[in-house]
């Protein structure tokens, strides 16, 4: 596949990635390389990694704790001590071989140590591969506080390799479906049939798909790289979504959700506030259900559990001016961002989706 000319970075698929790390990684460029896992990646995936790496560049491996429990500033510090410990310098590179929570986290580290090193995300989700590794977020969470604190800086490149999807569980595999599905949603009719209409998620049509992805995500991206306007669309299923997502991970009484997970529930209750304000019609909203229901499992929530949801959504980090700002869908294919959402239209999409 062709690769993809990012802002100040190419994203490179599956064989023609190690042609440009072999090119790239060299001593001339390089005094160590760091590569950041965490122990799921560091089984499955690093030792495929390390094959491909072909350098003499000296190479030390930092292993993380795995899940978004992790994605904290004291994991950040612990990578920071352990680079200083090892001399990292500011010819320094770190390689982020993992999904979200690693590119997320990695990316950060390297964009604040030493006033920043170069990194190169190397996603091994499907999540990651269409979202998290591409497009210059970078950060953690602040407690149970979705992606609180960060920077937007764009890494070296993007290395996409869909072989490592075999070692996933077909539940991780399932959850990054959710940012593909959302793609269409918000930007392109065409594209949100041809996922839908994907029956296997291990083959080439979902290699294509995930280019597909890229190239939308990018699109966004490149127009706005800073999120003032229009990559707000990209946050589609995000407010509630994540909002659900901080929920479920610090109560004792559910079971924590993955990320698509929760963004896939946002997007049902999103898409019914839509058919609610009379951007999208009864049929669409339908359609949009009854897909994700497909994929997902459903979720019963409380009344204790929405207004706890809907109390978390004061921290939402897209919030302005005190203003819970949403996404919502006008139409499948267009996106209308900075929508103001009574409360009373969240908990009718709610009890929607509970029945």
């Given at each position: 596949m062709?690769?993809?000319?990012?802002?100040?970075?190419?994203?490179?698929?599956?064989?023609?990635?190690?042609?440009?790390?072999?090119d790239?990684?060299?001593?001339?460029?390089?005094?160590?390389?760091?590569?950041?896992?965490?122990?799921?990646?560091?089984?499955?995936?690093?030792?495929?990694?390390?094959?491909q790496?072909e350098?003499?560049?000296?190479?030390?491996?930092?292993?993380?704790?795995?899940?978004?429990?992790?994605?904290?500033?004291?994991?950040?510090?612990?990578?920071?001590?352990?680079?200083?410990?090892?001399e990292?310098?500011?010819?320094?590179?770190?390689?982020?071989?993992?999904?979200?929570?690693?590119?997320?986290?990695?990316?950060f580290?390297?964009?604040?140590?030493?006033?920043?090193?170069?990194?190169?995300?190397?996603?091994?989700?499907?999540?990651?591969?269409?979202?998290?590794?591409?497009?210059g977020?970078?950060?953690?969470?602040?407690?149970?506080?979705?992606?609180q604190?960060?920077?937007?800086?764009n890494?070296?490149?993007?290395?996409?390799d869909?072989?490592?999807?075999?070692?996933?569980?077909?539940?991780e595999?399932?959850?990054?479906?959710?940012?593909?599905?959302?793609?269409?949603?918000?930007?392109?009719?065409?594209?949100?049939?041809?996922?839908?209409?994907?029956?296997?998620?291990l083959?080439?049509?979902?290699?294509?798909?995930?280019?597909?992805?890229v190239?939308?995500?990018?699109?966004?991206?490149?127009?706005?790289?800073?999120?003032?306007?229009?990559?707000?669309k990209?946050?589609?299923?995000?407010?509630?979504?994540?909002?659900?997502?901080?929920?479920?991970?610090?109560?004792?009484?559910?079971?924590k959700?993955?990320?698509?997970?929760?963004?896939?529930?946002?997007?049902?209750?999103?898409?019914?506030?839509?058919?609610a304000?009379?951007?999208?019609?009864?049929?669409?909203?339908?359609?949009?259900?009854?897909?994700?229901?497909?994929?997902?499992?459903?979720?019963?929530f409380?009344?204790v559990?929405?207004?706890?949801?809907?109390k978390?959504?004061?921290?939402?980090?897209?919030?302005?001016f005190?203003?819970?700002?949403?996404?919502?869908?006008?139409g499948?294919?267009?996106?209308?961002?900075?929508?103001s959402?009574?409360?009373?239209?969240?908990?009718?999409?709610?009890?929607?989706?509970?029945?």
């Amino acid at each position: 596949m062709e690769c993809i000319q990012a802002l100040g970075y190419t994203v490179y698929f599956n064989n023609d990635c190690y042609a440009w790390l072999y090119d790239s990684v060299q001593p001339k460029m390089y005094s160590k390389i760091f590569v950041i896992v965490d122990s799921n990646t560091g089984t499955y995936c690093l030792p495929l990694f390390l094959q491909q790496l072909e350098t003499t560049v000296p190479i030390e491996i930092i292993e993380l704790e795995p899940g978004e429990e992790n994605k904290n500033i004291s994991t950040c510090i612990q990578v920071w001590e352990t680079l200083t410990e090892l001399e990292a310098d500011r010819k320094s590179l770190i390689i982020n071989v993992g999904g979200g929570v690693v590119t997320d986290l990695g990316g950060f580290v390297a964009s604040t140590f030493k006033r920043g090193i170069d990194f190169i995300n190397v996603p091994t989700s499907l999540l990651a591969m269409v979202d998290a590794s591409v497009g210059g977020k970078t950060g953690v969470d602040l407690g149970t506080l979705k992606n609180q604190i960060g920077v937007i800086n764009n890494p070296v490149s993007v290395l996409i390799d869909t072989a490592y999807l075999c070692t996933l569980p077909a539940r991780e595999v399932r959850a990054g479906f959710a940012e593909m599905l959302k793609h269409g949603l918000i930007l392109d009719a065409a594209y949100w049939n041809t996922v839908v209409a994907i029956t296997s998620l291990l083959n080439e049509d979902l290699d294509k798909a995930i280019k597909q992805s890229v190239t939308i995500k990018n699109q966004i991206v490149t127009e706005d790289p800073t999120e003032k306007n229009s990559r707000k669309k990209l946050n589609y299923g995000h407010t509630l979504g994540h909002a659900i997502e901080s929920y479920f991970l610090e109560s004792d009484k559910h079971e924590k959700l993955l990320h698509g997970e929760a963004i896939a529930i946002g997007m049902i209750l999103e898409a019914h506030i839509s058919m609610a304000k009379e951007m999208l019609n009864e049929a669409e909203y339908i359609r949009i259900k009854e897909v994700l229901l497909r994929i997902f499992e459903k979720v019963t929530f409380t009344d204790v559990d929405i207004t706890a949801i809907i109390k978390i959504l004061a921290h939402d980090k897209k919030n302005e001016f005190g203003a819970i700002k949403f996404v919502l869908l006008n139409g499948i294919g267009n996106a209308a961002i900075n929508q103001s959402v009574e409360n009373k239209l969240i908990y009718n999409a709610f009890e929607d989706y509970n029945g």
